[in-house]
């Protein structure tokens, strides 16, 4: 019986081609893109679960710069000595992933996301080593941990363990331990990790010492959950060693809430986004809704023809269940079949999705024995659900009607296929108008005026040892070349402005503190990036009293509250140096777009020390290839033992969006998904419908019907319910792109074009669709249609 | 076997009630071979119908071998389809997707046969119609007369006590007509009863009693006379 039914419905299968494949098509790809965003989401939500103490570490927080995740140095140690309900402490300096230097055997290599901490960080965070014990690695004087990545490419297959390497041509490090790769699911990423007291050598500065410097982002794991009175124990003893400090407040964050809900978003570590993950999770649901939809729709308008076959079985004796059989046979050889192409689909684009979503989600964690039975069993549920409702519909046919394949279905029942043609409809339209919308934020983004010159392309690269004077070095070399337009030195770019600064400002007699963004700049940086100058004066060296100056953009005038003569203020807080504000310059954008703006100082401090050892390289866009080219063979030539690295500020800013790029390819692609699996419903039904209309057609035209009018006929009912979804969709997309914008502090409008766009490309491919197949029946020759009467 | 009585089939519309079948008593004994006649509308096919189960009336009572039919459930009735009626109709109404053979054993599956056994009785029904040459033949690969064939084969392959034919003839030509009546005679004259509906007067002088219905009502119900058969050759 089992075998001869598989036959039949394969039979049945070939005969409706059409349909069959309709379906089948669209229900792989709805099995696809469930499977890839499940397990996304699933990868998403099992971040940073594989630490061991995952419920009980804990982030340092502070209210200074408003809201830092930075700490300074001498807080671990403190809370080491003073407050026992905290088990291990650990700091972590993240400022130097951009790369330091290492030299293992023969080359001087650049390796990035380098970071150091405490000897306590992992027993606070669980990472897998494959040799040397981890958990006293780090205790061990000038040693480093790496991962195993980071051991091949600097030792080749030899076990590292034990070897040294030489750090920044300084220090020499040993390997203490080599752990695994850092799992893709981790917030905390990194290819190494030195022991903090390094990086006092390197930095010829104590950290232990200074509470002035919140540079360190610092992790412990508690003893007991009462975090509110381990942060009043923590704050009673930093009052005591530092009481002047009377604005800081510590507080203490669960880690487990920082992937997701970070407090405060200068810190180092990986963030996803729950709502990018609800999205994601709704419109998958929306898309495997349609499929079904569909699938169910199809079939209730195939019913007709199966009616004879069915009364015929139970002339001949079948049971109800029989029947049903019959029905659910079928309805689970194409589930069947379209989860197994799902399944190799879905595997086929994993690595397209994990660019997309900067995951590393490995095969194995979409194919497993858990995986594939979920899969069988939704399946086997779908089939069944898929098949009750024709079966319910044909049970309830009287016999002999059955015979003489006369559907007898109450009056609604025509309408409910228009229903669900229109509900996926409002779901295309939705997706339509979502990705119009993310498009026009993409390119406002794209298109935006930063406020200073990015028309032209700058190179990037650091110059650590005696800047001023390699500076020169290389400039002479470079300015010979046309392509090379300018070049000037600074602290930072944008893109990788991150350093702040707490001082004193006096204005009018009166001294209030404030908390900056600060770039220091030597003359002449400002002028060749195009900031563009509202009041005063750019930096000019021969004035001495421009040294110790700053130039302020206009936010920082309003906050400081100097709007009505900034150029009076004085900056203090800088040892015995007053500085002046010599100038300000109009707002430019230094983070994403998604940032409100927020107050920065350029300051030129000859007498500092020099902290300008970025070297910024204006080229013409067009020629930025051979510029790279020109730049590194010089460059090469006049320091042969540094290794070459560069940066270009177009990648940097390009970074901040990476994510909302990507997301805007998934939904495009969801949006192109749901418009295929729409139109495909569309046809099935509108087969269906001129199949059963070809004798009122037939009619039509004997009686003179042009080919026209018969076309509006069939047009008008569709068009009537995709006007409908567009009125309920339209206030949905609207709603959901609201919510998208506000993450943004720059954002386009949401104008009523992009709707009006969205229905029309409905309304347009539903007409087409429509159309196409209805200029077919319309123009067959009316004997055709009522031969068979 | 059968016995009807009053079985009254109506539509109410509005104020008025139209009788489809207004049949006060019929009596149809084992082995008789009975045809339904009258003109078009007259009820012939509900008649038939209700025999058969395929519907019920608004009124009435009617005996199916000393069990009241109507009271019958679901599964009773399923096993009354199985096992005691075969039905043959004027459009053939074979499964378009099964072949020959495939159509012929559908009775047999659902009555639990095993399958050594179907196939035997398959290749019974096969051999009896000259049809094993086509048994792998799907129904839109034969002619008229061919598929009607098959439907009688599928419909007696079950060894029913009971064959309801409604206008077997209908879609066929005289020739091929007169092939199938004949058939139907014979298998009457092996024990099985046979209640046919026709139009054709000819045809209908192949069965041994005649009742004819106009106007839902039974006009009369009279013995064929030995005159009248036709010479069987």
Known sequence: MKKQSIIHTFRLLTRNKISVLINFFGLSLGVAAVLLIAVYVHNELSTDKFHTNYE????????????????????????????????????????????????????????????FAD??????????????????????????????????QLFGNDDALGKKILLQNKEYLTVSAVIEDVPANSSIDFKGVIAMPVLKKIEDDDYSKSWGNFNYETFGTLKSDDVKNIEAKVNEAFKKVQPERTATVFSLHPFRDIYFHNQYNDDSLKHGNYQTLLFLGISVFLIIILAVINYVNLSVANISGRLKSVGIRKISGAHKSHIFHQFFSEALVIVMASGLIGLLLAKGFLPELNYLTSSGISVVQLINFKVITLILLSLIVLAALVSFIPFVITDNQNLQSVLKNQLHLSGQKPKLKYVFVAFQFVITIVLISVSISINKQIRYIATKDLGFNKEDA??????DEDPAQNFTLLKNELTQYPEIKAMARSHSSPGTIVMQWGKELIFQGETKS???????????????????????????????????????????????GIEAAPMEARITGMGDDVGRIIGVVEDFHFQSLREPMKPLAFCFLPQWGDMCSLINIKVTSKNLPEAKEIVRSEFNQLFPEKPFEYLTINDLLADYYKKDNNLNKIIAVFSLLSIMIGCMGLLGIINITIVSKTKEIGIRKVNGARISEVLIMLNKDFVKWVAIAFVIATPVAWYAMNQWLENFAYKTELSWWIFALAGLMALSIAMLTVSWQSWQAARRNPVEALRNE | MIDLKNIFKYYDNKFQRTYVLKVNNLTINEGEFVTVMGPSGAGKSTLLNIIGMLDTPNEGEYTFMDQPAFQLKEKKKVEFHRNYVGFIFQAFHLIDEMTVAENIETPLIYKGVKSKERQAMVAEMLDRFNMVAKKDLF????????????????????????????????????????????????????GITVIQVTHNEEFAAYGKRIVRLVDGRIESDEIVSKIKQPQLT
């Open chain 1, 56 to 115: 009980n570490i804990y982030s340092f927080g502070a209210t200074d710069f408003n809201g830092t995740a930075f700490m300074p140095g001498p807080l671990a140690d403190l809370v080491i000595e003073k407050i026992p309900d905290i088990e291990f402490i650990s700091r972590t300096d993240f400022s130097y992933s951009w790369g330091l230097e290492v030299k293992s055997q023969e080359e001087n290599l650049i390796i990035k996301d380098l970071i």
């Open chain 1, 119 to 152: 000897s306590t960080f992992f027993r606070i965070f669980t990472f897998q080593s494959l040799s040397g014990n981890i958990e006293n690695a780090l205790a061990q004087p000038n040693s480093i941990v790496i991962t195993n990545s980071l051991s091949h």
């Open chain 1, 458 to 463: 700058t190179i990037l690269l650091y110059l």
């Open chain 1, 514 to 560: 404030i908390n900056f963004f600060t770039v220091p700049v030597t003359p002449g940086y400002l002028e060749m990036m195009g900031y563009r100058i509202k009041d005063g004066r750019f930096f000019n060296d021969s004035i001495t009293t421009d040294r110790g100056g700053f130039i302020l953009n206009e936010t920082a005038v309003k906050e400081f």
């Open chain 2, 139 to 190: 129904p839109s690969q034969l002619s008229g007369g061919q598929q009607q064939l098959v439907g009688i084969a599928r419909a007696i392959v079950g060894k029913p006590k009971l064959l309801l034919a409604d206008e077997p003839t209908g879609n066929l030509h005289s020739e091929q007509g007169k092939e199938i009546m004949k058939l139907l005679q014979k298998l009457n004259e092996e």
